[in-house]
């Protein structure tokens, strides 16, 4: 699975505005509203914090990939942001993050969500690949990268 053909260059956000976990999330879930890409702002929301309260996607080195399933879409969508400051995401190594990857799939779509977590955490398992990830000046150069790296 290609992310690129998944995330859209206008659904980057660089710098994130958010300093909190959940400021973050709706930050990024606006983005995916703003793009058309949802058809159902709140239902988007309510999914992806109801995944967050029964466990914090924060999977570590500065990592987090909220993620919910809805109907408020018709196919699986992504987000990406970087925080200037790192923000505490509840993480499982109790560390901030400063890449956050957010996911919204359909309810009857398993595998492509399975799909993108899985390729999202092989790329970012790359210290150096997440390390100028992180470092992306912008919402193209971030872009770029991804790009970049997928096409190696």
């Known amino acids: 699975m290609m992310l690129t053909r998944i995330l859209q260059p206008e659904c980057i956000k660089v710098p994130l505005a958010g300093t909190d ?3 973050v999330i709706t930050e990024l ?9 949802l058809q159902n702002k709140q239902a988007a929301l309510e999914a992806v914090f109801a995944r967050e309260r029964t466990r914090s996607t924060g999977i570590a080195s500065a990592i987090a990939i909220p993620h919910g399933k809805t109907t408020a879409v018709k196919e699986l969508v992504m987000a990406l942001g970087i925080a200037q400051q790192p923000v505490d995401f509840d ?9 956050v ?9 398993t595998g492509p969500h399975i799909q993108a977590l899985a390729r999202i955490s092989r790329l970012l398992l790359d210290s150096e690949f ?13 872009y770029q990268l991804l790009s970049e790296r997928e096409n190696e």
């Not at 993480?91 to 890449?99: E, L, T």
């Not at 990857?101 to 779509?109: H, K, M, N, W, Y």
Request: without cysteine.
């Open 21 to 23: 976990k959940d400021t």
């Open 29 to 37: 879930v606006d983005v995916l509203d703003a793009n058309g890409l």
């Open 91 to 99: 993480s499982v190594d109790k560390k901030p993050v400063s890449i």
């Open 101 to 109: 990857i957010l996911l919204v799939s359909p309810l009857d779509q």
């Open 130 to 142: 997440k390390s100028a990830l992180e470092k992306a000046p912008s919402a193209e150069a971030a």
